[in-house]
C-alpha cells in the first residue's frame, strides 16, 4: 500500500490522449475498494479510498518486495535451504558445502533428499514451501515434496505457460 511517507504519485500527460488515459484510469481506481490501515494503539482502523496514486504505489512496493525476495534467495540458497511463505522467509538447514557442488554428482540426489525430508520437510507448517531454485525437481520429489511445497524454477514456470496456452487459439 502507498504509505503516504514519500513523495506523492503525480502523473502528468504528455498529450491529450494521455490527459484521457489518465483520467479513465483514476474513475476506474476510484471504484475500487479503499485500504484497511490499523494505525491506532487502540486498534481502530481507518479506511483510505483507492486512488490511482495508491493503486501505482502498491505495484511499485509489491514489485520492490519481490526484488527484495529474490536477491535474498539468490544469495541465501548456495548453501542452505531456504523456507517459508510468500512475505516470511527464513533459512531453515545451512549445507557444509555449497548445494550445487553437492548435487553435482547424482549419486548424492537420494543423501541429500534424505536429508531434506527429515531435516527440513518434517518442520515446515502449513503453507510454508521451499523456495530455493537451484534444486532439481527430481531431488525435491525424492524428498516426497509435492508442487505446493517448492517454488517452481524458472524453466517449469516457462514450461506451464507453454502448456496453459497449447489449447487456446492465437489473437
Not at 72 to 77: F, G, L, N, R, S
Not at 134 to 147: C, Q, S, Y
Request: glycine share 4%; hydrophobic share 35%; net charge positive.
Amino acid at each position: 500500500m502507498n504509505s503516504r511517507q514519500g513523495p506523492l504519485t503525480r502523473l502528468i500527460p504528455k498529450n491529450k490522449n494521455e490527459a484521457l488515459l489518465i483520467e479513465r484510469a483514476k474513475a476506474y481506481c476510484a471504484k475500487l475498494p479503499g485500504k484497511r490501515t490499523e494505525h491506532f494503539k487502540d486498534g481502530s482502523a481507518s479506511y483510505f479510498p483507492a486512488s490511482l496514486a495508491s493503486v501505482i504505489g502498491d505495484q511499485v512496493t509489491a514489485f520492490i518486495r519481490d526484488n527484495e525476495r529474490a536477491q535474498y534467495i539468490k544469495a541465501e540458497q548456495v548453501d542452505a535451504i531456504i523456507v517459508g511463505t510468500r512475505d516470511n522467509l527464513r533459512r531453515d538447514y545451512t549445507f557444509p558445502k555449497p548445494i550445487e557442488e553437492i548435487l553435482s554428482s547424482s549419486s548424492n540426489w537420494i543423501e541429500f533428499a534424505e536429508k531434506l525430508r527429515n531435516r527440513v520437510v518434517a518442520y515446515m507448517e502449513e503453507g510454508e514451501k521451499i523456495w530455493n531454485t537451484n534444486i532439481p525437481v527430481i531431488v525435491l520429489r525424492l524428498a516426497d515434496l509435492t508442487k505446493s511445497q517448492y517454488a517452481l524454477t524458472d524453466l517449469e514456470e516457462k514450461d506451464n505457460e507453454k502448456t496453459k496456452r497449447r489449447g487456446q487459439k492465437p489473437g
